[in-house]
């Protein structure tokens, strides 16, 4: 019922005021029969019960009149060995506990937000002859699945390469016990993922599997970040991230944006968009430009012009362009050549009167 979870308890005494409900002090204590417990390891995603069993020591009752635990990881409740009739299972508060009495603090840890190292304390209070006593509780959180690597980052990847043969990169997947891929909620268009090998057993009843992540010629251009994510048996999600940069024919730098920035009027601005065709510049078709947007009114193409790579684009803004915030987009085309994809960049600038 209990997977690994390090348990510590200890008591902690302290004078404090708390009493009973009518404010008399008891002379018999709370007992603690486990100080020390260790039960390892857990897991996110599932809870586990924790017990600390203890005896009211001495010839009168005494009343607990707070729990109070330091974190929403446990919840804690006093189980009445000594009579279950009168309230159930659950012992109120503010109740007496009659002397020599035996029962047990039960408690819940949840490790469904937390990782690794994670410890909690739960705290009674109450008329007993030390008043308070606290016990402390230690877990080392696992998760329900560890991949590595989590994030798969494929680089740069040239979409003439993916025709001949996908790109490939490996992961390896520990679960906490034998589990099965339901279905896959999400798998970005390109990306294919397929066990390797058999499933190994490790210890304490945990697996681990291979998978093959590979990217193929049907994934779009451009920059990709994206979750890969399967329902399993377990009732958690297998995820992970996978990343790639795929260019397509031409590199492109800047990739994005062309930003003149800000600066006062009466200047004369310079930019340069440089485009590399990864086939190989011999190759690589005559690019047409054009300013689209509010940004036409202020910059002007100067010049495409090839160089040894491909070819480079020169923007200017003349001194004479008015105060104003100029955006809109560079749309780059290839005209009659179907394999080059238009390709289009931000670009902006801010003209502040002097």
């Known amino acids: 019922m209990f997977r690994s979870v390090l348990i510590v308890a200890s008591l902690i005494l302290a004078a404090c005021s708390d009493g009973s409900p009518d404010g008399s002090p008891s002379l018999s204590d709370l007992k603690f029969e486990r100080i020390d417990s260790d039960l390892g390891e857990v ?3 599932h809870t586990y019960d924790l017990d600390f069993p203890f005896e009211v020591d001495g010839d009168d009752a005494i009343v607990i009149s707070a729990i109070d635990t330091s974190c929403g990881c446990t919840d804690a409740f006093i189980y009445p060995a000594w009579d279950t009739e009168t309230y159930g299972d659950v012992w109120p508060l503010n109740q007496p506990i009659p002397a020599g009495a035996k029962g047990s603090v039960r408690a819940t840890f949840d490790g469904s937000r937390y990782k690794r190292d994670k410890s909690s304390t739960i705290t009674l209070r109450g008329n007993f002859l030390e008043r308070k006593a606290t016990l ?3 877990a080392f959180v696992k998760p329900v699945f560890d991949v590595q690597p989590q994030n798969i980052n494929f680089g740069e990847i040239i979409t003439s390469a993916l025709i001949e043969k996908s790109s490939e990169k490996m992961i390896t997947v520990t679960a906490m016990k034998g589990y099965e891929i339901e279905r896959w909620v999400r798998v970005p268009t390109g ?25 193929n010629s049907n994934i779009a251009s451009g920059p990709m970040a994206s979750s890969v994510d399967a ?3 377990l009732g958690v999600n297998l995820t992970f991230t996978v990343a790639a940069r795929i260019l397509g024919p031409v590199r492109y730098a800047p990739a994005q944006r062309v930003a003149f920035g800000i600066f006062d009027e009466g200047q004369r601005k310079h930019r340069t968009v440089k485009l590399e065709s990864t086939r190989g510049a011999p190759n690589m078709p005559t690019p047409t430009a054009e300013i ?11 010049e495409i012009a090839p160089t040894e790579a ?4 020169k923007m200017i803004i003349a001194e004479t ?16 050549n179907p394999d080059y994809e238009q390709h289009e960049m931000r670009v902006n600038a801010r003209i502040r009167k002097k």
């Open 310 to 313: 491909g070819y480079q684009i």
């Open 231 to 233: 329902e399993t048996s």
């Open 136 to 138: 402390g509780v230690k």
């Open 43 to 45: 897991y996110q995603q």
């Open 191 to 215: 990306v294919e993922v397929n066990p390797v090998g058999e499933v190994t057993e490790l210890e304490g009843g945990a697996v681990s599997q291979q998978y093959r992540v590979a990217i």
């Open 321 to 336: 362009v008015p105060p104003g915030n100029y955006n809109g987009l560079l749309k780059i085309s290839y005209p009659g």
């Open 292 to 302: 689209v947007g509010g940004a036409k009114d202020a910059i002007v193409i100067e």
